[in-house]
């Protein structure tokens, strides 16, 4: 079944930043937003925010849309990390986000006028992930998928929970394929330091899953 992938997130307990903080993360968001557009130019990426705190996007090539996510999670994540300090925090931003693959009547560039099934999953489960605590989640029309890799995305977020400022930012520069001493050079580090982030961010394991999605995706759904 050819499908697309439609992914649905908002931004977790917005209400309680602190004031201007919103708007920095809004701001960090649409960034991020167009990184993709311009790392995927094939691949018919496309995003919009509503309600304020709340996005959603579309992509036509599904075997992205778990790497995507990631990227946009890490780019919130590490927001702060030149603003405040260079040193290790605690994310003080972070997403939630729903991925829904299916059919779906989707018209680029006019996401609130598309509709199908694959914006009903990504809706419907992110709805359902605000009850369940989790962070990222998938749904299709397959039970066996959607079962597998509800435990598989449960341990991602084990994962990226324990994320610093700094883990993100290495992870963020991975996903766009930089190599440690490109990502060191950026940063203006090591690449020893990068190599010690890359190890704490879990970047062996996330490709592991990464390269588990694509294939399943790439079975099912191209």
């Known amino acids: 079944m050819k499908g697309i992938a439609i992914l649905s997130g908002d931004l977790i307990n917005s209400s309680k930043y602190p004031k201007g903080t919103l708007i920095e993360v809004i701001a960090a ?46 780019g919130v994540n590490m927001y702060t990390a030149e603003k405040l300090s260079k040193k ?9 986000i729903a991925i829904g693959i299916g059919e779906a009547d989707y018209q680029k560039g006019s996401l609130a006028e598309s509709n199908g ?8 489960t992110l709805d359902a992930m605000k009850a369940e605590g989790v962070k990222m989640a998938l749904t299709t029309a397959y039970p066996d998928i959607n079962d597998e890799f509800k435990v598989s995305l449960k341990l991602l977020d084990s994962i990226t929970n324990r994320w610093s400022t700094a883990s993100a930012e290495v992870v963020f520069y991975l996903l766009k394929g930089l190599t440690e001493q490109q990502i060191a050079n950026e940063l203006d580090r090591s690449q020893a330091a990068i190599h010690l982030r890359k190890k704490a961010a879990g970047w062996d394991e996330i490709q592991l899953l990464l390269q588990r999605y694509q294939q399943v995706t790439k079975k099912y759904f191209s």
């Open 29 to 74: 968001i649409k960034t991020v937003f167009l990184s993709l557009e311009t790392q995927y130019p094939q691949s018919g990426i496309s995003f919009s925010i509503y309600r304020g705190d709340s996005f959603q996007g579309a992509i036509e090539q599904p075997e992205l849309a778990l790497a995507v996510a990631l990227q946009l999670k890490a």
């Open 88 to 96: 290790a925090k605690s994310p003080v931003a972070d997403l939630r």
């Open 117 to 124: 099934p694959a914006f009903q999953y990504s809706g419907r």
